[in-house]
């Protein structure tokens, strides 16, 4: 199995550094911490010699402090803003304020801030005298450990928060580094590793996309591929179901089965499916894809009952969703041992399964609880969670994507990973992924429809694979 890029919550964090502190010197830790945000500074600063600290009442402002302590002994010149001045850090203010630091009101003229308002403990945007001293900031910001005003766990950006070039945490990466934006992000060893167990949820780079991607061996045929099914579309709206062919002939050298009212104009388009009117005669296949521009009636939930009876993975998006949502007796259609992937926007979870909130992890988590099914929560971070616990998170580099068929085009790829019979978690992170890469790689910085996005599908494989 191959390494994900693991995060844990603060909770998990806070427990491993007791263990640590409990065997280490006092402080230790934090000087470790402090001196890597140096590090990184004198980095950032590039030759320039001004430094500004924000100073928060916790040890995030202790980081911060220390960290003006080791850049003061390399020459750089270093004011710190405290915040909260009573309960500022002890000892990091008393070794700031030894080497020359200076303790000031506004910080005026740097080249350089280091946001150590909160970290950890952070709760709720910041607070107004906070957000006053970051509205008025016009250099570089180096956060520690994350973004002050970022919630730590959720990504959730509820109000002022601040907008880093560069955060350096410490013993691990934290939801809030795969879920928002931190700028670069660089990761300091402070011993924590021994003392924690798998993480909470994990994000997959590129090349583990590219080695789990399913590519035929001098054995495989058409058949081996596995073959995916696709329901969608309609004699009207013949779009979705030439999207979500599409992605799947695209995504793997599988076959592809068309089964719907669409069937005139996928043959037109993709001559290579084969194509049928009606999904009583579609054939054998090892996915089934259902619901893009399906509709809702009679007809169209025959269509959802025949896939969840199939006893085969089965992705539903669109219109399936709203059907499932209108009319849950539809589930008791079910085979409970196959696979289920729910792919939801936001206002399809909420038909669902109530508000999505905040906390998009917990939301993505509570549905896959709910359905026992894997549920993947689309937005600029996408969120897949599986009925067992397992998480997986994918934030796009752009908001490309968020164009009409776009999701009849990421159906189509996790259906082609199921049917190549990849495991539904890791098929629904590695769709979201690779359709996130061809949204980039197609637009390269202009809107760009669907048809586009899948056309780049090709391209995205070849540059994962290599990546
Ligand atoms: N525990 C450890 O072993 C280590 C902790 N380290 C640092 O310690 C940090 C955690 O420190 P603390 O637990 O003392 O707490 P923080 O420094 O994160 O927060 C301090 C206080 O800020 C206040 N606060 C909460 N939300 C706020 C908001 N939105 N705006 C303004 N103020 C807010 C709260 O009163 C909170 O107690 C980590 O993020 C990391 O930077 C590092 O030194 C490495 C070692
Ligand atoms: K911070």
Redesign the pocket.
Known sequence: MIPMRGLWTTAR??AA??R??ARVPAGS??????FGVATAALELLGGKRRVGLLV?????????L?AGYYLRRRGVAVRAVL??PE?A?AEGLAAFRRVGGRVVDRLGEVDLVVD????????????PD?AEHVAHLDAPVLA???P??ID?DTGAITGPAVRAAMTV???CLKPVHALADCGEVRLVD?GLGPELAGPDLAELDDAEVGAHWPVPGPQDDKYTQGVTGVAAGSATYPGAAVLATGAALLATSGMVRYAGAAADGVRARWPEAICTGSITDAGRVQSWVAGPGLGTGLSAEAVLRTVLEAGVPVCLDADAITMLANNPDLWDARDPDTPVVLTPHDREYERLAGEVGHDRVAAARRAAEKFRAVVLLKGHVTVVAGPDGRVLVNRASGSWAATAGSGDVLSGLIGALLAARLDPVLAAGCAARLHAVAAERASGGAPIPASALLAAVPDAIRALRSG
């Open positions: 964090v806070r550094e007791e640590v502190m830790l934090m000087r470790r911490a402090a928060g009442a916790g040890n995030n402002g202790g980081d911060a220390w915040l909260a309960k850090h150590g308002i909160v970290g950890l403990s952070a709760r709720g945007p910041l607070r906070a520690v450990d994350l002050s005003g730590p945490t410490f013993g402070i």
